[in-house]
């Protein structure tokens, strides 16, 4: 029951209003009681009429609730909605590639921030290739690297992620554009097998034997452990499977430095290059993917036998660029070009007439060569050896003999020092040239001003030196002797004809 103040309106209708009291207690949701009615209003209650039936735009639907209650839950629901997903941030999915970073190392799993509410999960075979125990000490707290998403939502409420599957994702694409562009870089070998070799290029690779260096060899194992320059020729995208060849790719390599020594490198360079192959005649020295050719005569200031006197296999040496045939594409190298020139101190320490102490260190038909302590080497002619007559410089000298002789023709400028064990006074025209002497006579003019030939092991002597013939003349002085023994009687019988 409510309180109600009746008014007459002038048609004579009765108007109800309810008291202030009542609304407001209604308002509080406390509806006051009979008597609490009846003391609250002075006016004595009289019959109501009551209003004709309105429709209410709060009637109840067939879902037993109201429009209002429909429409507010809906509301709700939408901004609930909006604030989980809020929470939960991006949302994943399967094969996804996403950036990660380390919160929490564990030995069997790794714990990472993706951006989103919950945490996601590494296992440990997921996190590398390599076989490892313990996720601790691969990875850091706040290491960041990609990751593929396995599964979204496992038991424990984390998504499932791989590192391991996103680097080698990461390797193959590298792969596959090497491919493309024909790049050649380096791979280590890692295991010899049937057919080839494996090398490591993130990915396992195969190098067919008939692939490797010149396609030919037969000891491919000595290449475990190694790098080796390749080209991928194959790659099979669906079984994830890679071939490439060392042959191809040291065959570009070689023409890429062929082109550039023959165009960029002029004769007298310095280069630096390694022995690859020694031979009995020299050394093929690798410059980077052209083999050149050094000498055995470039290879030192004194007579060496054989390179490996001075060179190994494998070594790294300067050497300088001598001579450059392109249209053949050799390259001749030197090695004593870039060594210091022992003839420079020999100018210094020695002169004419000087005795020296030093060691017989080969012997040939015309003499014997001694070395001296500067690197190059004198000679000892047969017959400056003995007064007797010698067949040969072992009949007098053993190798390694240790010998006293004097120097008794010295030019630094030409390289050359003439040693006798003979004389001890040298003369400074005593040249080490020919085996004719330059004697007077009828033919001398006929050889005035020829260049004599040059023999290892011949002299020439001028008159000067008033060495006479002896029995270890040689056959030049025999010749000249006799030619004037025959000039003198075809003299001394024209005499005898004429009287």
């Given at each position: 029951?409510?309180?109600?103040?009746?008014?007459?309106?002038p048609a004579?209708?009765v108007i109800?209003?309810?008291t202030?009291?009542?609304?407001?207690l209604?308002e509080a949701?406390?509806a006051?009681?009979p008597?609490t009615?009846?003391e609250?209003?002075?006016?004595e209650?009289e019959p109501v009429?009551?209003p004709?039936?309105?429709?209410s735009?709060d009637s109840?639907?067939?879902g037993g609730k109201?429009e209002d209650e429909?429409?507010?839950?809906?509301?709700?629901?939408?901004?609930?909605?909006?604030d989980?997903?809020?929470?939960?941030?991006p949302?994943?999915s399967?094969?996804?590639?996403?950036?990660a970073?380390?919160?929490?190392?564990e030995?069997?799993r790794?714990?990472?921030d993706?951006g989103?509410?919950?945490?996601?999960?590494?296992?440990?075979n997921?996190l590398t290739?390599?076989?490892?125990?313990?996720a601790?000490?691969v990875v850091?707290?706040g290491?960041?690297?990609d990751?593929?998403?396995?599964?979204?939502?496992s038991a424990?409420g984390?998504?499932i992620?791989?590192?391991?599957r996103?680097d080698?994702d990461?390797t193959?694409?590298r792969?596959v554009?090497?491919?493309?562009?024909?790049?050649v870089?380096e791979a280590q070998v890692?295991?010899?097998v049937?057919?080839?070799?494996?090398?490591?290029?993130?990915?396992?690779?195969?190098v067919?034997a008939?692939?490797v260096?010149s396609g030919k060899?037969?000891?491919i194992e000595k290449y475990v452990?190694?790098?080796l320059?390749v080209?991928?020729?194959?790659v099979d995208?669906?079984?994830k499977?890679?071939?490439l060849?060392n042959?191809v790719a040291?065959?570009e390599?070689k023409?890429e430095?062929?082109?550039?020594i023959?165009?960029?490198v002029?004769p007298q360079d310095?280069?630096e290059g390694t022995v690859?192959?020694?031979t009995d005649?020299?050394?093929?020295?690798?410059?980077?993917?052209?083999d050149?050719?050094?000498?055995?005569?470039?290879?030192s200031w004194?007579?060496i036998?054989?390179?490996?006197e001075?060179l190994?296999?494998g070594?790294?040496v300067k050497v300088?660029?001598?001579r450059l045939d392109k249209?053949s594409g050799?390259?001749?190298?030197?090695?004593?070009?870039?060594l210091?020139?022992?003839?420079?101190l020999?100018?210094e320490?020695y002169?004419?007439g000087?005795?020296?102490?030093?060691?017989v260190t080969r012997?040939?038909?015309?003499g014997?060569?001694?070395k001296l302590?500067?690197?190059?080497?004198?000679?000892?002619?047969?017959?400056?050896i003995s007064a007797?007559r010698?067949?040969?410089?072992?009949?007098e000298?053993?190798?390694?003999?240790e010998?006293?002789?004097?120097i008794i023709?010295l030019r630094p400028?030409?390289?050359?020092?003439?040693?006798?064990?003979r004389?001890?006074?040298p003369?400074?025209?005593?040249?080490y040239d020919?085996?004719v002497?330059?004697?007077?006579?009828?033919g001398a003019?006929?050889n005035?001003?020829?260049?004599?030939?040059r023999?290892?092991?011949?002299f020439?002597?001028?008159?000067?030196?008033q060495r006479t013939?002896?029995?270890?003349?040689?056959?030049?002085?025999?010749?000249g002797?006799?030619?004037?023994i025959l000039?003198?009687d075809?003299?001394?019988?024209d005499?005898?004809?004429e009287?």
């Amino acid at each position: 029951m409510t309180m109600t103040d009746d008014k007459l309106t002038p048609a004579g209708e009765v108007i109800t209003e309810e008291t202030p009291v009542v609304a407001e207690l209604e308002e509080a949701g406390v509806a006051p009681s009979p008597e609490t009615a009846d003391e609250v209003s002075p006016v004595e209650a009289e019959p109501v009429v009551a209003p004709a039936p309105a429709t209410s735009i709060d009637s109840t639907p067939e879902g037993g609730k109201t429009e209002d209650e429909l429409l507010f839950e809906a509301a709700l629901a939408n901004l609930g909605g909006d604030d989980l997903r809020r929470d939960a941030g991006p949302t994943l999915s399967k094969g996804e590639r996403i950036e990660a970073k380390v919160i929490q190392v564990e030995k069997d799993r790794v714990f990472v921030d993706l951006g989103t509410k919950a945490e996601g999960v590494v296992p440990l075979n997921e996190l590398t290739e390599d076989n490892v125990d313990s996720a601790v000490g691969v990875v850091q707290p706040g290491d960041t690297f990609d990751v593929i998403v396995l599964k979204t939502n496992s038991a424990e409420g984390n998504p499932i992620v791989s590192k391991r599957r996103a680097d080698f994702d990461m390797t193959w694409h590298r792969i596959v554009e090497s491919f493309q562009e024909g790049k050649v870089f380096e791979a280590q070998v890692v295991d010899r097998v049937k057919g080839g070799l494996v090398v490591d290029i993130g990915v396992r690779g195969f190098v067919p034997a008939t692939h490797v260096g010149s396609g030919k060899l037969r000891n491919i194992e000595k290449y475990v452990g190694q790098a080796l320059q390749v080209k991928i020729i194959e790659v099979d995208t669906e079984r994830k499977k890679v071939v490439l060849s060392n042959k191809v790719a040291e065959g570009e390599k070689k023409e890429e430095v062929k082109e550039k020594i023959f165009t960029e490198v002029q004769p007298q360079d310095v280069l630096e290059g390694t022995v690859r192959r020694l031979t009995d005649y020299g050394a093929f020295v690798d410059l980077g993917g052209i083999d050149g050719l050094l000498h055995i005569s470039e290879m030192s200031w004194v007579r060496i036998d054989h390179p490996r006197e001075v060179l190994a296999e494998g070594q790294v040496v300067k050497v300088m660029v001598l001579r450059l045939d392109k249209d053949s594409g050799r390259v001749s190298l030197g090695l004593r070009q870039v060594l210091p020139d022992p003839w420079n101190l020999i100018k210094e320490n020695y002169k004419l007439g000087q005795k020296l102490t030093v060691k017989v260190t080969r012997m040939v038909q015309s003499g014997a060569f001694v070395k001296l302590p500067e690197g190059a080497e004198a000679f000892l002619p047969l017959s400056e050896i003995s007064a007797k007559r010698l067949k040969k410089p072992s009949d007098e000298l053993e190798d390694g003999q240790e010998i006293e002789p004097t120097i008794i023709d010295l030019r630094p400028d030409e390289r050359r020092m003439v040693l006798s064990l003979r004389s001890t006074t040298p003369n400074a025209e005593y040249r080490y040239d020919t085996g004719v002497q330059q004697r007077g006579g009828p033919g001398a003019d006929r050889n005035r001003g020829r260049k004599p030939r040059r023999r290892e092991g011949d002299f020439e002597q001028p008159q000067s030196s008033q060495r006479t013939p002896s029995g270890g003349a040689t056959i030049g002085e025999r010749l000249g002797l006799l030619k004037g023994i025959l000039r003198n009687d075809s003299s001394e019988s024209d005499e005898k004809t004429e009287s």
